[in-house]
T-cell receptor, first 109, second 118 residues
Framework: GEDVEQSLFLSVREGDSSVINCTYTDSSSTYLYWYKQEPGAGLQLLTYIFSNMDMKQDQRLTVLLNKKDKHLSLRIADTQTGDSAIYFCADAGYQKVTFGTGTKLQVIP | GAVVSQHPSRVICKSGTSVKIECRSLDFQATTMFWYRQFPKKSLMLMATSNEGSKATYEQGVEKDKFLINHASLTLSTLTVTSAHPEDSSFYIC??????????????FGSGTRLTVV
């Protein structure tokens, strides 16, 4: 079946950039998503990218997609303490969405 | 965008009782809905795919008799955790695929239900 992998933990200093990486295996992906989950809360959709795009920028967020290597990244510029959360990448095939394990982002003041 | 409402957001129940979680698509019709469960320190795992008017499709390892899914209308799917035990305590999230011209590629998620079995 499909597999989506992420590193489990990332720590950055406030004001620095954060880069969260994700790899996936499904070659039929149509959309790839990034979600944010704060403690005790549901998923918040941050951004997405179509599988035929290489890059998408949305304010402080930049998504890069290397379709050949099946590698997705989320860059958060000027990381703030409010960005501390778990970030999930998700791979949307036609029938269902497969989530990565989640990366816990810790922002150090 | 398309909105999915999940209720309740939190529930505490006694061991041995059943709990029903509702997932509603508020402004679109969803022939298919998905139920996920989040295990501690792990990713969201797909439990089952709920199909309107037919039986749900369960993922391997998910007990059909324990996690009853009903998708009786195009806007409502329910997940009932029967004879709940403490190990069923978890975060459950539903999702639906919106029409292709709405909500960023189609998938929209409920806000989740935190189930605690005591």
């Amino acid at each position: 079946g499909e597999d989506v992998e992420q590193s489990l933990f990332l720590s950055v200093r406030e004001g620095d950039s954060s880069v969260i990486n994700c790899t996936y295996t499904d070659s039929s992906s149509t959309y790839l998503y990034w979600y944010k989950q704060e403690p005790g809360a549901g998923l918040q959709l941050l951004t997405y990218i179509f599988s035929n795009m290489d890059m998408k920028q949305d304010q402080r967020l930049t998504v890069l997609l290397n379709k050949k290597d099946k590698h997705l990244s989320l860059r958060i510029a000027d990381t703030q303490t409010g960005d501390s959360a778990i970030y999930f990448c998700a791979d949307a095939g036609y029938q269902k969405v497969t989530f990565g394990t989640g990366t816990k982002l810790q922002v150090i003041p | 965008g398309a909105v999915v409402s999940q209720h309740p957001s939190r529930v505490i129940c006694k061991s041995g009782t059943s709990v029903k979680i509702e997932c509603r698509s508020l402004d679109f019709q969803a022939t298919t809905m998905f139920w996920y469960r989040q295990f501690p320190k792990k990713s969201l795992m797909l439990m089952a795919t709920s199909n309107e008017g037919s039986k749900a499709t369960y993922e391997q390892g998910v007990e059909k008799d324990k996690f009853l899914i009903n998708h009786a209308s195009l806007t409502l799917s329910t997940l009932t955790v029967t004879s709940a035990h403490p190990e069923d305590s978890s975060f459950y999230i539903c999702s639906a695929r919106a029409p292709s011209d709405r909500n960023l590629g189609g998938y929209t998620f409920g806000s989740g239900t935190r189930l605690t079995v005591v």
